[in-house]
């Protein structure tokens, strides 16, 4: 008994810092589509300007999700978590004193490629210490940090934007890795399979053993079909949180303050539709469940265009909406994580949400187009949509048939089974 709860307390240390990395993570993916119209004043600027700072924060993020996950490989999940803490907070604490908007777009980019690894590196080390039984619940729960961190966002733009400018959000996204190197050190172990395999293996695997992995038993078509859906997800997810709360200001009349104290919803919404993906995803199609999530996410989005803002209807859907769009994109996440063994998971899920950064590099620049065309906010809010119900009703489909034809992960492939 004594050496479960051991082990319980063990793994039990890692969910808590990894969620507190993604809740980091979160943060700082989500905090820039909340102050972009602040910060465009700031400089002198009308937001739609700010599509640069969009499109440099994205091609660093495209640039770290494909990086990062190999070195990881090569020098260890923990001290890339570690390196990645130290440049996120220094990157973005730099931004934040950015004399213009154009060295301000450089340095997101910058801090960018060390935000990206956070999710695939984080994922794949404790994927290798949860136990399998429980692998869809507590990799949710370890998800919830993003939703929570996007939310936390959201708490920042409302409460301290008035208060200190847009700057002081960024501090806080800055203050938070630095604050988070200790727990770290303290609590997070070395990958297993970085520990098992000889320094001198680890030099020797090269790009085309890793695409050989990825692509490899017949994984292709799946790795395909993966880096698609990650496109689109990604774009649409980036597209939706750069540009709502200006949609929202710009065709809709609604204050920046105004839509950030409501966009707090998300941390109800967003954690249980996380938390509830894992749960479900163990017990039942994790498929068939992520199809839904990404046609509830598509439809509710286009609903909040039909509802009245400040009202207790649009509270709810706003809510329900927030539940089924985290739903949607932990779900990819696991059914990603599951797809791949331990010898390739960070480099495949890697380069899968690699495929989903260039998708979030191109999308903020559709967003932009769509404002400078003033429709309605209905309209909008339709078109930003539309990916998320190509995904449900064709793609997604797709990819279970793919994966049927694909060599099972096993078990102990998929985690390292605890008894």
Same mark, same amino acid.
């Given at each position: 008994?004594?050496?479960?709860? =051991?082990?319980?307390? &063990?793994?039990?240390?890692?969910?808590?810092?990894?969620?507190?990395?993604?809740? %980091?993570?979160?943060?700082?993916?989500?905090?820039?589509?909340?102050?972009?119209?602040?910060?465009?004043?700031?400089?002198?600027?009308?937001?739609?300007?700010?599509?640069?700072?969009?499109?440099?924060?994205?091609?660093?993020?495209?640039?770290?999700?494909?990086?990062?996950?190999?070195?990881?490989?090569?020098?260890?999940?923990?001290?890339?978590?570690?390196?990645?803490?130290?440049?996120? &907070?220094? #990157?973005?604490?730099?931004?934040?004193?950015?004399?213009?908007?154009?060295?301000?777009?450089?340095?997101?980019?910058? $801090?960018?490629?060390?935000?990206? #690894?956070?999710?695939?590196?984080?994922?794949?080390?404790?994927?290798?210490?949860?136990?399998?039984?429980?692998?869809?619940?507590?990799?949710?729960?370890?998800? +919830?940090?993003?939703?929570?961190?996007?939310?936390?966002?959201?708490?920042?733009?409302?409460?301290?934007?008035?208060?200190?400018?847009?700057?002081?959000? %960024?501090?806080?996204?800055?203050?938070?890795?630095?604050?988070?190197?200790?727990?770290?050190?303290?609590?997070?172990? =070395?990958?297993?399979?970085? $520990? =098992?395999?000889?320094? +001198?293996?680890?030099?020797?695997?090269?790009?085309?053993?890793?695409?050989?992995?990825?692509?490899?038993? /017949?994984?292709?078509?799946?790795?395909?079909?993966?880096?698609?859906?990650?496109?689109? +997800?990604?774009?649409? +997810?980036?597209?939706?949180?750069?540009?709502?709360?200006?949609?929202?200001?710009? *065709?809709?009349?609604?204050?920046?303050?105004?839509?950030?104290?409501?966009?707090?919803?998300?941390?109800?919404?967003?954690?249980?539709?996380?938390?509830? %993906?894992?749960?479900?995803?163990?017990?039942?199609?994790?498929?068939?469940?992520?199809?839904?999530?990404?046609?509830?996410?598509?439809?509710?989005?286009?609903?909040?265009?039909?509802?009245?803002?400040?009202?207790?209807?649009?509270?709810?859907?706003?809510?329900?909406? $927030?539940?089924?769009?985290?739903?949607?994109?932990?779900?990819?996440? *696991?059914?990603?994580?599951?797809?791949?063994?331990?010898?390739? /998971?960070?480099?495949?899920?890697?380069?899968?949400?690699?495929?989903?950064?260039?998708?979030?590099?191109?999308?903020?620049?559709?967003?932009?187009?769509?404002?400078?065309?003033?429709?309605?906010?209905?309209?909008?809010?339709?078109?930003?949509?539309?990916?998320?119900?190509?995904?449900?009703?064709?793609?997604?489909?797709?990819?279970?048939?793919?994966?049927?034809?694909?060599?099972?992960?096993?078990?102990?492939?998929?985690?390292?089974?605890?008894?």
């Amino acid at each position: 008994m004594d050496r479960i709860a =051991e082990r319980h307390q &063990g793994y039990g240390r890692i969910v808590a810092v990894i969620t507190l990395l993604l809740f %980091i993570d979160g943060f700082d993916l989500f905090l820039l589509g909340k102050i972009a119209p602040a910060i465009a004043a700031g400089y002198g600027h009308e937001p739609a300007a700010l599509s640069g700072v969009f499109t440099w924060h994205q091609a660093g993020l495209a640039i770290g999700a494909f990086l990062m996950p190999m070195f990881a490989d090569r020098y260890g999940a923990k001290r890339l978590l570690l390196v990645m803490c130290v440049f996120i &907070g220094l #990157g973005s604490l730099a931004s934040s004193f950015a004399p213009s908007i154009t060295s301000f777009a450089w340095l997101r980019g910058f $801090t960018g490629i060390f935000i990206a #690894g956070v999710l695939p590196v984080g994922l794949s080390l404790l994927s290798e210490k949860v136990p399998a039984a429980r692998f869809g619940t507590l990799m949710s729960i370890a998800l +919830t940090g993003m939703s929570a961190g996007a939310a936390a966002s959201g708490i920042s733009a409302a409460w301290l934007l008035d208060l200190y400018g847009w700057q002081s959000g %960024i501090w806080l996204g800055a203050a938070l890795p630095i604050a988070a190197i200790p727990l770290v050190i303290a609590w997070l172990p =070395e990958s297993t399979r970085f $520990t =098992e395999t000889s320094a +001198t293996r680890r030099r020797s695997v090269s790009l085309t053993d890793q695409l050989s992995g990825v692509f490899g038993e /017949r994984r292709a078509i799946v790795t395909l079909l993966l880096w698609i859906i990650c496109f689109l +997800t990604m774009g649409q +997810t980036a597209l939706v949180a750069v540009w709502m709360p200006t949609y929202f200001q710009e *065709l809709g009349g609604i204050s920046i303050q105004r839509f950030a104290l409501i966009a707090m919803l998300s941390l109800i919404g967003g954690a249980l539709g996380t938390l509830a %993906i894992g749960w479900v995803q163990d017990r039942a199609n994790a498929l068939a469940i992520l199809v839904l999530a990404y046609l509830g996410n598509g439809l509710g989005l286009a609903a909040l265009g039909l509802i009245s803002f400040g009202t207790a209807g649009f509270a709810i859907a706003f809510t329900l909406w $927030t539940f089924v769009q985290s739903a949607s994109i932990a779900g990819l996440s *696991l059914i990603m994580t599951r797809a791949y063994p331990v010898s390739i /998971r960070a480099t495949g899920v890697g380069w899968a949400a690699c495929a989903g950064r260039i998708g979030g590099m191109i999308a903020p620049s559709v967003g932009a187009f769509i404002l400078i065309a003033r429709p309605s906010l209905l309209v909008a809010l339709c078109w930003a949509a539309m990916p998320m119900l190509l995904l449900g009703l064709i793609l997604l489909p797709l990819l279970g048939m793919a994966q049927r034809r694909m060599p099972s992960v096993s078990a102990k492939e998929t985690v390292v089974a605890h008894a």
